[in-house]
């Protein structure tokens, strides 16, 4: 069920290259693939995301869940019944992307997705420990691509919040995206959604409690 890598795309081999011949290639899968998948029961109660193609499985722990739980109580009541707050819930980004932000803040209520995903939200937050890497890299690049113009990081590590903004392709990496504006808030510090500039939002309200 899985689909090779475009040819034009596909890494090549030095020694295929000079013979004239396609290198080994990466199979990825395609976001109607991934969902019949989970449909056959195939993650089983595995929480597993579709990044450009390949399957990843997330985990958590006690401070992780925490953190989520309270970001999305926190901006439930910042951003009032017009907007839904979904934890954890499939974004669509496209034929390779099937992200799940732990927190995401979309238009509407949560019956307008009943029949499908959204396609992209006023605010994504990812709460990281371990993933820190890959959420400032990947996710920032997905979301920097897919025109997501406020993206947080509630950095467990070292207890700060890490608020990314204005996607553009990257100068120096072409094809890439990133975010031109990269602010660092404090464990005492506050944040204002871009769509929701009116609320302030307590870091120290993002955070589990030490352990």
């Known amino acids: 069920m899985a689909t090779v890598d475009d040819p034009r795309t596909a890494p090549m081999t030095p020694e295929c290259r000079r013979n004239g011949k396609a290198g080994p290639r990466r199979w990825r899968w395609t976001a ?26 997330l985990t958590t722990n006690p401070p992780h869940d925490t953190a989520v739980s309270v970001t999305a109580d926190a901006l439930e009541a910042a951003f009032g019944p017009e907007y839904a707050v979904r934890e954890e819930k499939t974004l669509d980004l496209g034929r390779r992307y099937q992200p799940h932000p732990d927190v ?10 009943s029949t499908k995903h959204p396609t992209t939200a006023v605010l994504l937050v990812e709460v990281c420990e371990s ?19 406020d993206y947080w990081i509630v950095n467990l590590i070292d207890r700060q919040l890490e608020v990314y903004r204005n996607p ?10 990133r975010y031109a504006d990269v602010t660092i808030v404090p464990t005492d510090g506050h944040a204002r959604p871009l769509a929701r500039p009116e609320a302030v939002i307590a870091v120290i309200d993002l955070l589990p409690l030490r352990g």
């Open 32 to 57: 109607k693939q991934y969902r019949q998948l989970d449909q056959m029961g195939f993650f089983e109660d595995h929480h597993v995301e579709l990044i450009n193609g390949e399957l990843i499985e």
């Open 104 to 113: 995401a803040v979309v238009a509407g209520s949560q019956l307008d997705y």
């Open 131 to 149: 993933s820190l890497r890959y959420d400032r890299v990947i996710k920032a690049h997905r979301y920097a691509h897919a025109g997501i113009a």
């Open 168 to 177: 553009e392709p990257d100068p120096e990496r072409p094809g890439r995206f």
